[in-house]
């Protein structure tokens, strides 16, 4: 057979580059021709992050997040509550948490979920190392931000069981309708919930 | 300012990914993640693949495909008929020309059309390497296969000016009713030029 694409380098860069998620052949191949189209430095520069990226990248011995130090920036820092903990599944939840700017505690990256179904145990994920960590003294709280999904509640709860013999509180994300949700389109256990978590609406107004 | 991403390595990937046509920061984070969960010879793979479709890639002096040798494999191939050649905008309407199996002939690829709106006159297309092949003799047919657009039409106008001087055929793509379109929907210049090239409905079948 013929080469589809006339260059065995184009070939190859289109393969690797629809085995990244959401990304078919055609849209491989409009990526490549764009690298081609642009400065060498450019393209250049991009498959060399990528490199770097996959090689250099370690994870933080402490929370498990991405570091490029054994301990990452977050944990390393002085100015953070190191009595709080917020457990999360993976590095991309601890860059939305941040995001929010309403946390300034320590994470705990799991790993993932426990998932019977795709085959993921407690022992797969890093919650032994939590325990550790809870042991070790020193924290107050654990917040478990986990998805509210079976998964995640079963995680909770396993979580829950794991740090029970510790004086430490366990709180969890509060359930609730989402901004700019509307309460139309709600499902009942949220409102179910929301209606028994209900807060005072002075307080929604009373740290602007 | 915090990183935003705990990691410059990340930080950097992500830039490099977001300027991706198609591509922005969100899912730029998602396909960095993903490297980093795949085995690290995949992420590496990918980057040099990169890479070397940047370094490795130059031009065909004939016909101005992409090659990685001097001479593109179709411009070499004794096998295809060296005395038609098929004008494209891009590289990526060669493999769209080649994967209509309907082409034996030779391209040549222009690099564009001319836009003046965005400043792209004939001195910037492959037009004049175009005219020199078409002169050096052996050339019995020039296929058009622009876009049918404004830009499209006057390339194709301002080539067939060109090439006027010398005794070859000038063709167009056919006009027409896309497969797969509803009348209802079709446009009335299309739906005009179909009429007025209309085919023996005969011939639709006739090389099945």
Redesign the interface.
């Known amino acids: 057979m013929?080469?589809?694409?006339?260059?065995?380098?184009?070939e190859?860069?289109v393969?690797?580059?629809s085995?990244?998620?959401?990304?078919g052949r055609k849209?491989a191949?409009?990526?490549?021709?764009?690298?081609?189209r642009?400065d060498?430095q450019?393209?250049?520069?991009?498959?060399?992050?990528?490199?770097?990226?996959?090689?250099?990248?370690k994870y933080c011995r402490s929370c498990h997040?991405?570091?490029?130090t054994d301990l990452?920036?977050?944990c390393a820092n002085p100015s953070r509550d190191a009595s709080t903990i917020c457990v999360v599944e993976?590095?991309?939840d601890?860059?939305s948490v941040?995001?929010t700017n309403q946390f300034n505690g320590l994470y705990h990256v799991l790993g993932g979920v426990i998932s019977p179904m795709e085959g993921v145990g407690p022992e797969q994920l890093q919650i032994a190392s939590l325990v550790e960590r809870v042991k070790a003294g020193g924290i107050n709280e654990v917040i478990l931000a986990l998805s509210a999904t079976m998964e995640g509640e079963t995680t909770n709860f396993y979580i829950y069981r794991q740090l029970a013999p510790f004086d430490v509180k366990i709180t969890q994300l509060a359930r609730g309708v989402a901004v700019g949700n509307e309460i139309e389109y709600i499902d009942e256990i949220t409102l179910g919930r929301s209606l028994v978590n209900r807060t005072l609406f002075s307080d929604s107004f009373a740290d602007k």
Chains 1, 2 share one sequence.
Request: net charge negative.
């Open positions: 013929e080469l589809q694409y006339a260059s065995t380098l184009l190859t860069a393969d690797k580059l085995q990244l998620p959401g990304i849209t191949l409009r990526l490549a021709l764009h690298i081609l642009q060498e450019m393209g250049v520069a991009l498959g060399d992050a990528i490199i770097k990226l996959r090689q250099g990248i997040n991405i570091s490029e990452c920036p977050i993976s590095v991309k601890v860059i941040e995001n």
